[in-house]
């Protein structure tokens, strides 16, 4: 999917995010568009929007860029677009891979977003103990993870699936 750039309230480049990501943060009213796609358009129900190219955040954030972001629940399951590493779907709960019993951290690389069902399934074992397979392995957050973050969104701030952006030719 095509990305936008997003500038600070400053104007100063911050990330790029995807069109998806983009669309929502217009919507939230955290952005505005600075520079769209000459006649496409973001349409449903309650919406019509030009396609952002470029936009730019109403207030200005002081975003954790180079740095690496501060490990949250709710950051992980920003990071993992909420679904269950184990199975794929919807994920509500974060898994300590290595679990803390067994010395595993609160760190980026030892959680992963799970539904409650896995989660309770795999309980204080590893994946290995409990016969699971990861089906993505735990990464550091993203600099366009670590931004969504500071603009604090997260659980159902995603557009629903329907909602088809038009895909735009370069
Ligand atoms: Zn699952």
Request: proline share 7%; net charge positive; aromatic share 4%.
């Amino acid at each position: 999917m095509r990305e936008t750039l997003v500038l600070n309230a400053s104007f100063e480049p911050l990330s790029t995010v995807s069109l998806r990501r983009a669309v929502v943060l217009v919507m939230r009213e955290k952005a505005v568009v600075e520079q769209s796609h000459p006649g496409l358009r973001v349409r449903a129900a309650q919406l019509d929007i030009p396609v952002p190219q470029v936009i730019r955040l109403r207030r200005f954030v002081r975003v954790p860029f180079r740095q690496r972001a501060s490990w949250s629940r709710r950051g992980v399951l920003v990071r993992d677009r909420h679904r269950c590493a184990y199975c794929g779907r919807r994920a509500t709960t974060v898994d300590h891979v290595v679990p803390r019993s067994h010395g595993g951290g609160d760190t980026w690389l030892n959680t992963v977003a799970a539904c409650a069902a896995d989660n309770h399934r795999k309980a204080d074992r590893t994946p290995a103990q409990a016969g699971m397979r990861l089906l993505v392995k735990p990464f550091e957050p993203t600099p366009a993870d670590s931004l969504l973050l500071a603009l604090g969104l997260g659980e159902g701030d995603t557009l629903p699936e329907w909602l088809s952006v038009p895909a735009a030719t370069a």
